[in-house]
C-alpha cells in the first residue's frame, strides 16, 4: 500500500475541485490522427474507476476537465463521465481555474490541478494542491507538491483520487467493501 505524507494529506482532505490537463495527463499524450482528420486518444480505465469512486465517495468535490485542443472524443468522454466542467482550447488556464472557482465559491488552495507541460505552470502555482505525472517536463515537476509514481495516461489521475479518499478517510470503507 502506497503512503502519502500527513501534509500531502493535509492538503488534500480541503480539496473541493480536482482539475487536470487532457493529453500527458490522462492520455499519454499520444494522438492518432486518422486519414479524414478524426484523432484518437488512449484513455486508461484506471483513471475513470478513480473518477467513478471518487464521485460516488466524496459526491461534493467537482471535476474540470482542461485542454488547449479540441476534441469530439474529449467532449463524449466528459459528458459520459459525468464532468463537472470541460473546457476545451483554452489558453489562459489560470483564467479558466479562476472562472470555475468563482462559480464554486472556493478559493484557489480547494483546488488539486494535475499538469505536465509548461502551459499548466501558472495554474501548478496558485493552487493548494499542485500534481504532476513521473514523466513531466522538469519546469512542471519542480514546483509541484506531488509528482506521482505513474506517467502520464497510466493512473496519474486515479492516484490522486486515492489520495483524496485516504485524506478524507474514504479509502478503508472502499477496500472493505
Known amino acids: 500500500m502506497r503512503k502519502y505524507t500527513k ?7 480541503k480539496i473541493k475541485l480536482v482539475a487536470t490537463d ?12 486518422l486519414e479524414k482528420g478524426e484523432e484518437i486518444k488512449i484513455w486508461n ?5 478513480g473518477l467513478h469512486t471518487l464521485k460516488q465517495n466524496l459526491p461534493n ?8 485542443r479540441k476534441s469530439k472524443q474529449v467532449e463524449i468522454r466528459a459528458k459520459e463521465q459525468k464532468v463537472d466542467f470541460l473546457i476545451q ?8 481555474i479562476i472562472d470555475i472557482a468563482n462559480k464554486l465559491s472556493i ?6 490541478y494535475i499538469g505536465d ?19 513531466a517536463v522538469i519546469e ?7 509528482i506521482s509514481q505513474y506517467d502520464g495516461g497510466k493512473g496519474v489521475f486515479r492516484e490522486v483520487c486515492e489520495i483524496l479518499l485516504k485524506a478524507n478517510n474514504k479509502w478503508e470503507d472502499i477496500i472493505n467493501k
Open 22 to 33: 487532457i493529453d500527458g495527463v490522462l492520455t499519454a499524450g499520444e494522438v492518432i490522427v
Open 140 to 146: 512542471v515537476k519542480k514546483i509541484s507538491k506531488y
Open 117 to 135: 507541460d509548461i502551459i499548466d505552470l501558472s495554474v501548478l502555482r496558485k493552487v493548494g494542491l499542485s500534481v504532476c505525472p513521473k514523466d
Open 7 to 13: 501534509q500531502l494529506l493535509n492538503i488534500a482532505s
Open 107 to 112: 478559493g484557489l488552495s480547494e483546488i488539486a
Open 45 to 49: 480505465v484506471r483513471d475513470r474507476q
Open 61 to 68: 468535490i467537482k471535476i474540470a476537465w482542461i485542454t488547449g
Open 89 to 96: 482550447e483554452c489558453k489562459d488556464k489560470i483564467k479558466a
